[in-house]
């Protein structure tokens, strides 16, 4: 190998490193990369170790299919590709078109991303396709554009935060799951600005705050209804700015009004205090910013949480101007670029609908199809799953760079419906707990063996270069769509080639919200990335967004105003604590690439239950004793950690192992409405000592 410029495997941050020729028989040696805006040369853990994924120890190098036997058994390409492919025409064939379907994930590049769909709509003509991005920042997705007419997790660069006067940061915690953006935040403080972090926990990030708010889990909608209520009441609406930008505010207004302090106190346990200052934090300088992430996001009110934060930032003034705005710091690594380019089952590439006359027909016109015979849209991530192998349910399943049985809620139940169907393939570099269940397990390369482009959480796209070749014996997801398209009936159209891809999608999304038309690799080489909108070649990208007028058709913003409810599942006599789950520093989502890491595994060996000492004194429990944690929907064993970083009423487990600590046994499937995001922020559980052994 040589010295190569890339990119971080890893988180939505896609910190720039540098991969560099290792001692002999040991793994490349990664550095940051000091030019690259978004993390100066910092990395954190993860990154840092990256490179261990690299190991052939780690990770698969040959096809296996499952034998008469029942177990898996290596194979050759052909036999495994021949058994997928017959299985897809199989399932077409006895159940319709779309008994055969795909579910892809937000760490796919762009170029995969793309094909991945593509091969849905052209190869398997099925309208079964969605992803685990579904999982991720879908509430955000549907609540930006409702609010602006495009979302675009952050529509400014990360290196504005140090020049606003006030974040808000409501149920995000950089400091463990992006540390070098926490940078950002702290040249906030040094400039004089204020933090203020809303979260049940008290998180890294919520002790860098001026402010910690903490929510009872699920009622941060009213949290930011009180908020509003308090801008009205106290006179700090920006009318000049609402009048002339913006539509709805009568309906928001309203709704805020009848959130008095002392209400939103009693729904949500912040003192009416800490309502106070957060207010008077928040508009004590003419600049401010609100970021969520996945507390307010994953629930089945999440959409309508985000609306009320972004309420907050429009009845202000805080949008759509330098360094103010509304953003979403999407987790996973190309988390951006990964719901921009057509793995939602509702949407074509570049934010196309599937139910515009006019966007069907330009895909088409790339594609080189009739815009008739594309698919309409299918149902979400979750739906696809609880639907396996039932009637009216896909039968085949194609898994490429995802692990539902760990990061889907109410895992049980999707394990169980994985096990139902007539097929199921996995394109992994990994055995990941899904890929166990496979009946062909594809190996395929890893990100620094290929070469592709992503879309950080800022809407940069850059380009993340191969710095050495795969083992032999592994393929490209690139190879395995083309592959599997030839054996389809379509010799042409999934070229292999990154390059060629990219190209593709760039006319693809010609004219569309999210335009990449003016972007190439060659324009990426050497360049710290380019914001879309990007419509030309000489175009120099857009970092900023909506500073003139919002995408909506009379450029204005949209009011949300919506009302609080409670959670789907509020705790009772049976089920008296709430449950919610996040990420470690030292993990990324289902863990399957992080628990392969030695240095890893031994910093954050395993599962465990936060709860706070004076709910573990009712239990009777120690810090490290074996607690069962039970929802309606399965248990979960795992050792105490105790904390009063955390509410009493709450506990909180990560969610990125397998097995009896799996917390996705626990989590709730209740859909938002209209992104269809499940509720794993919160459910009902019942916490207790398990006897002992
Ligand atoms: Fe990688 Fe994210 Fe860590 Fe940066 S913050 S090194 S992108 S995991």
Redesign the pocket.
Known sequence: MTTTDT?????????G?RLAPGAAGEPPDIT?REEFP??RG???????S?AALLAPAARLTEPLVRDASGELRPATWSEALDRTAEAMRRAAEVYGPDAAGVFGGGGLTNEKAYLLGKFARVALGSSAIDYNGRFCMSSAAAASRAAFGLDRGLPFPLADIPHTGCVILVGSN?AE?????VRHLRELRENGGTLIVVDPRRTRTAELADLHLQPLPGTDLALALGLLHLVVADGHVDEEFVAARTTGFDAARATAMAHWPERVEALTGVPVPAQREAVRLFTARPTGMVLTARGPEQQSKGTATVGAWIDLCLATGRAGRPYSGYGCLTGQ?NGQGGREHGQKADQLPGYRSLEDPADRAAVAAVWGVDPGHLPRSGTSAYELLDRAGRPGGVRTLLVMGSNPVVSAPDAGHVTRRLQALDHLVVCDFVLSETALLADVVLPVAQWAEETGTLT?LEGRVLLRRAALAPPPGVRTDLHVLHALAARLGHPRGFPEDAEEVFAELGRATAGAPADYAGISYDRLTGEPGIHWPCPAPGHPGTPRLFLDRFAHPDGRARFAAPTHRPSAEEPDSAYPTRLTTGRTVHH?QSGAQTRRVAALTAADPGPYVELHPDLADTLGADDGDLLLVTSRRGTATAPARLSKAIRPDTVFMPFHWPGAGRANSLTHAALDPVSRMPEFKVCAVRVEKAPPA
Do not use: S
Request: glycine share 14%; proline share 13%; with cysteine.
């Open positions: 990119h971080c495997p890893y988180c939505a941050l896609q910190c490193m940051g978004v993390n910092a990395l954190c853990g993860k990154g840092q990256a950089p799951t992006m540390p070098p953006a690594g950080n990324y």
